[in-house]
């Protein structure tokens, strides 16, 4: 299973996002380069939000979305190949 997880969801300022990764009762845990804001991070899908009206905002977070979307396809390559 991966997700994406904030650093620290309570932070003020814009905060790093994990990729969370559990294989065989072992967790990895990786910084993705990524930073956003906690209030523009949906935590329940572990993905930005937007649906924000500042379509700024909205390019930037589709932005990390897809970003997050490749780094979850590889890692869940890794498993698959060995």
Known sequence: MVKCLLKDPR??????????YRY????????????????LWDA??????????????QRANETINA???RQRSALRAVPNRL
């Open 44 to 57: 329940e899908y572990g993905r930005a939000r937007t649906n924000t009206k500042n379509k700024v905002l």
């Open 67 to 69: 970003h997050l979307d």
């Open 24 to 39: 065989q009762y072992t967790r990895f845990k990786n910084s993705t380069g990524q930073r956003i804001l906690p209030d």
């Open 11 to 20: 932070a003020t300022a814009p905060i790093l996002i994990y990729l969370v």
